[in-house]
């Protein structure tokens, strides 16, 4: 006998629903990310998906181009067990001209983190703000395309910074692009500490 559904109650709660087993995708493939755009927050989504995938056991290797200063997320991370984080550049610069230690630090970054995806140590690998280096010339994009067609299939790479040419989007299985509506800077709200760096 068929029963037809009860009328909800003001106490009665949806049914929860599940995933099937069937429907869940093992993740021993890695992908490739793109978090880029005008907008902020792709280095705060690139260091939240580090802290997830630490969480589930994975080692993450977080490289950050341009950026030679510590920003505030710096110790934090590297304290977390299974994230490493190396800093590739001598200061956070825009809109100046790179010197000669910039792209010795970008070069000797790309090299590194080249060599750390091919080893595949690592279950991620994160190139925070690479495609500023490459907007800058302090990288060639033949290196970095090199890097994106050999990546082992075991390791997900993810890249970040606003710029990217669209000559490497097909690189990417997942590709986030940050549009600014809106930003406090437009009335002269500086970086904050803990918020902007």
Known sequence: MITAPQPATRNSHPPLITHHPSLIMKTDIGKTHFYT????????????????????????????????MKYSEFDLLNSIENIEV????TECFINKTPEKEDI???????????DIV???????????EIFIALYYKLIDQQQLSYLLTSKP?????????????????????????????????????????????
Request: proline share 3%; hydrophobic share 40%; no cysteine.
């Open 153 to 197: 299939p075991s390791v997900e790479l993810v890249l970040t910074g606003r710029y990217t040419p669209k000559e490497l989007y097909p690189y990417a299985d997942l590709i986030t692009e940050m549009n600014e509506v809106k930003h406090y800077y437009n009335d002269g709200v500086l970086s904050r500490k803990g918020i902007d760096h």
């Open 37 to 68: 755009g005008n907008g902020k927050g792709k280095t705060t989504a690139a260091i939240g998906l580090a802290i997830r995938a630490a969480g589930a056991g994975m080692k993450v290797y977080f490289a950050q181009f341009v950026k030679g």
């Open 104 to 114: 010795l630090a970008a070069q000797n970054g790309l090299k590194t983190v080249t």
């Open 118 to 128: 091919s080893s595949e140590k690592y279950d991620m690998v994160i190139l925070d």
């Open 86 to 89: 190396h800093l590739f550049g």
